[in-house]
């Protein structure tokens, strides 16, 4: 399956990536899961660092980070 998109933050550290996404709310929603894995499969394809994602909703100032 073919997907595009457009990472928000992309933080390199020695040793792995950070991955956050920005949403105005509702950061349980399961749709943004499969985005923030088809990053993180992306960027792990291309590096051998891991890589850790994270949902930050804009309106409720919450960093939730996915497994």
Avoid: C, P, W
């Avoid at 992309?10 to 990053?39: H, P, S, W």
Wanted: hydrophobic share 40%.
């Amino acid at each position: 399956m073919l997907m595009h998109g457009f990472i928000d933050l992309l933080i390199e550290y020695e040793d792995r990536f950070t991955i956050i996404d920005y949403k105005l709310k509702n950061t349980a929603d399961e749709v943004y899961m499969k985005q923030l894995n088809g990053y993180r499969d992306y960027i792990m394809s291309i590096s051998d660092k891991t890589v850790d994602i994270y949902l930050y909703s804009i309106m409720d100032e919450k960093l939730v980070k996915l497994n």
